[in-house]
């Protein structure tokens, strides 16, 4: 990517953040939370993702899950927009990737929400079937970008069922990563703390703090 476009890509991130942060923060109605939501994500789909294709494998199982079709995410990597030089995907890239697969999504603000209400949201966004990607950073020096998805939630064992396809690799099954969740959705469980520990260090170009799609499909 040139440099004129590379600076273009963070003006255009700058703004997009901009505009994101003065969205109405989302109201947390507490009646509509379940104790336990689950949707359905199998081992089988728990794809690992080549070199900095998060982000459209990510997508990838946003479609699987929701229109119930096989997709395959190495398409989605290749077709997926709005990369910058170092291979990372902007977040405007995913929300187009889904709207042109069919997926409506919501980008709530977030940011002026308590850690407590951040939980209550993914807690009833997935209590409507809807799961939400995020963020974060998988490192300890807060230099590694990264999205997963969160397919499920138990309030009761305070778990995140989450699939992350940066998961270690599963050694009996090339291009699989392993699965910790058993008949569980996704690949990992995350507690309420860690998953907040994984998302407060998201963002770009001090931009999408706290950054979630929230995905749904009705086939109407």
Not at 73 to 81: H, L, R, S
Not at 141 to 167: M, P, Q, R
Not at 205 to 219: C, E, L, Q, T
Request: hydrophobic share 40%; net charge negative.
């Amino acid at each position: 990517m040139k440099l004129g476009v590379k600076i273009f890509a963070v003006f255009v991130t700058i703004i997009l953040g901009i505009t994101f942060l003065y969205n109405p923060p989302p109201v947390i109605d507490k009646s509509q939370i379940k104790a336990t939501a689950l949707i359905d994500y199998p081992s089988k789909f728990n794809y690992r993702q080549t070199m900095n294709d998060c982000g459209p494998f990510n997508t990838a199982a946003v479609v699987r899950a929701l229109k119930k079709e096989e997709i395959d995410p190495q398409v989605f990597a290749e077709e997926i927009g709005w990369r910058l030089p170092n291979g990372y995907t902007l977040p405007w890239g995913l929300e187009e990737q889904l709207e042109e697969n069919g997926i409506v999504i919501e980008k709530p603000n977030l940011k002026s929400l308590s850690d407590e209400e951040r939980i209550l949201f993914l807690q009833q966004q997935l209590s409507q079937g809807k799961p939400v990607i995020i963020l974060g950073d998988l490192s300890e020096t807060n230099s590694f970008k990264h999205y997963v998805t969160v397919f499920g939630f138990d309030a009761l064992k305070d778990e995140f069922y989450i699939y992350d396809s940066l998961h270690d690799k599963n050694p009996g099954l090339e291009g699989m990563t392993k699965d910790d969740n058993a008949e569980l959705p996704g690949n990992r469980t995350f507690s309420s703390k860690g998953l907040l520990v994984f998302w407060r260090d998201g963002g770009m170009y001090g931009m999408y703090k706290w950054y979630a799609i929230v995905a749904s499909f009705s086939d109407v």
